[in-house]
């Protein structure tokens, strides 16, 4: 159930509804726009009279929620979110923001290189993994800890902020001081013991779409971070598994605008992941920023084809910058920037 304040709602008003939604035996989630606060009722609402809310002093509204998901659906947030960080950037408004660095963090000589020319092309975050899930257990694992921390020391010198993937709730603690921003990856996008434990953090989670996963099954994930509070939720389209062989996986661009309508959290594409082939990453990150992206996460590397990980679907870092400059004028086109 939803139930929409009025503009001039006082907070004696908000605070009143509240105390009848929890009397009713419901979980009160608020969020407050610009002009309007909706406060949110999950838990059993079914046999809740509307009309007994509907009548309150400052209410403007009430509907129930026919989707599955009550907290990521569109409703909660009518006006979108916008998630803020520290050093003013921000992921769900006008300007689009790219995510870019290797596949796995090797030595401080690559991530210092990467972060150097990231910022210089007009990149906002270093990503890079320290923890990596992979399918082979004799693959590279990454570096953990010490590697966070050669990332935090070079986006620091370069005013970049870190997003990095966690695999584990034991790992959630120790990553704290370091990222800016959890990543959940496509494998992990049903851990939902690991989403609750995100959701009782404050800090935002990048929420990667499972490899064979739904648009709806994206969205109820996010509903696990939300529901425990965390609000700073970012969904990004990896590409999906097909019957197709031409690439690692199949890029759904119209996930992108899909997803916009069903929902107020804002959308990330990943065009490394998305193809698993290096000619195709700029294409279809182009593709994506047409298509309403939010932002871009792509793979980068001092020297792309002897990556530590994910090598055939790394950019080298004049890739990189041609391309940033190409995103740049399809952002302007679209009204929007970079």
Not at 112 to 136: C, D, I, N, W, Y
């Amino acid at each position: 159930m939803i139930v929409a304040m009025q503009e001039n709602a006082t907070e004696e008003q908000i605070d009143a509804v509240i105390s009848v939604m929890v009397e009713s035996g419901v979980e009160v989630h608020r969020t407050t726009g610009e002009v309007q606060t909706i406060l949110a009722a999950v838990g059993a609402t079914a046999g809740l009279d509307l009309a007994k809310f509907g009548s309150l002093p400052g209410v403007l509204n009430v509907h129930r929620i026919s989707s599955p998901y009550k907290l990521a659906g569109r409703g909660f947030r009518p006006e979108g979110t916008v998630v803020e960080f520290r050093n003013g950037v921000k992921i769900g408004g006008k300007q689009i923001a790219v995510m870019a660095g290797p596949c796995s963090i090797e030595s401080r000589d690559q991530i210092f290189e990467t972060a150097k020319r990231v910022k210089a092309a007009g990149g906002s975050f270093l990503r890079g993994g320290a923890f990596k899930p992979r399918s082979s257990p004799y693959s590279f694992q990454g570096m953990g800890i010490p590697g966070l921390e050669l990332m935090r020391a070079a986006a620091d010198a370069y005013d970049l902020l870190v997003v990095s993937e966690v695999m584990e709730i034991s790992q959630i603690e120790p990553m704290l001081p370091h990222v800016d921003c959890f990543q959940v990856g496509a494998r992990n996008m049903q851990n939902f013991n690991l989403l609750r434990e995100l959701g009782q953090t404050r800090k935002p989670v990048l929420l990667k779409r499972g490899m064979a996963a739904t648009l709806e099954e994206l969205l109820l994930s996010a509903e696990y971070i939300l529901s425990g509070g965390n609000y700073n939720v970012i969904l990004c389209e990896r590409g999906i598994r097909t019957f197709e062989t031409a690439t690692r996986n199949t890029m759904d661009i119209s996930a992108i605008p899909v997803t916009k309508k069903l929902t107020h959290l804002p959308m990330v594409a990943d065009p490394s992941h998305g193809t698993g082939r290096r000619d195709m990453v700029a294409p279809l990150a182009k593709a994506s920023v047409a298509a309403g992206a939010d932002a871009i996460l792509i793979e980068v590397h001092p020297n792309a084809d002897k990556a530590a990980s994910d090598a055939a679907q790394t950019l080298f870092l004049d890739q990189f910058e041609k391309l940033m400059g190409e995103m740049k004028a399809i952002a302007t086109a679209v009204g929007r920037s970079l």
